[in-house]
């Protein structure tokens, strides 16, 4: 029996082969019916639905979800209240969402995941923290403090104990570390399109990639080459009893 996937796969999607390789080996197979939670831009969706999972995205902003729409034209998402998923028990076969539920009421958003699965259902949710020793970590944090602003954490604080209450079979934290090499622009584009970004800048978003690219040319001498970037993952699986 084999215990991995070809995942058609692309680093834009902004998240690790072993994490995908991780939610095949958990149980999340191609064909499954696979709600992507509060989607955003469909980034973790995106090699689901290449690789032929059926995909319904959802979250409450029109402009990234026609994005994700124009992307990924085979995969279905749809403006919702995150709070009253218009589904019904048993509607899923899994549920995954990334870098988002920390943006909400955590016990009322895995309520309604739980709900929405199938007994035996999987549940995937996961984040992506830069390391420590990470320059474009430093430089971010260094570019919102010029500018008069916290850093832009966009991700989890606190622990998730929330996760280990929903009443899901055996809960899991794995964690995955992922080093990657990305081009300047492309790092900046992905960045100034980050919903936590927008949120915490807003119309100054371009003041601070202005002053992270400044940065960056500092540090590195340069904007034309591969930016290194590392990252911590943590993924954390559960399945409804």
Not at 53 to 63: A, I, P, W
Request: aromatic fraction near 12%; hydrophobic fraction near 40%.
């Amino acid at each position: 029996m084999t215990n991995t996937v070809d995942f058609l796969y692309d680093a834009r999607a902004g998240y690790s082969r072993e994490l995908y390789d991780a939610l095949f080996q958990y149980g999340i197979r191609p064909g499954m019916r696979v709600l992507d939670y509060a989607c955003g831009f469909g980034v973790a969706s995106e090699p689901l639905v290449s690789n032929r999972y059926q995909v319904t995205g959802v979250g409450e902003n029109d402009e990234t979800l026609a994005a994700a729409r124009t992307r990924m034209p085979s995969a279905t998402f749809t403006k919702v209240e995150l709070d009253r998923l218009p589904f019904g028990a048993n509607d899923f076969d899994a549920v995954i969402s990334a870098q988002a539920l920390h943006r909400f009421d955590r016990v009322i958003a895995l309520g309604e995941m739980v709900r929405v699965l199938k007994p035996g259902g999987r549940i995937a949710v996961w984040w992506k923290y830069n390391m420590s020793d990470d320059a474009t970590r430093s430089l971010s944090e260094a570019s919102a403090r010029a500018l008069g602003s916290e850093p832009v954490s966009g991700g989890l604080t606190g622990g998730f104990r929330e996760f280990y209450a929903a009443g899901l079979v055996n809960p899991t934290l794995r964690v995955l570390p992922w080093r990657v090499f990305i081009q300047v622009e492309k790092f900046l584009a992905i960045e100034a399109e980050r919903i936590d970004v927008r949120q915490a800048f807003g119309a100054r978003v371009p003041q601070y990639i202005a002053e992270l690219r400044k940065r960056l040319q500092e540090r590195f001498g340069s904007d034309d080459f591969m930016l290194p970037i590392s990252y911590t993952q943590y993924l954390y699986l559960g399945t409804k009893q």
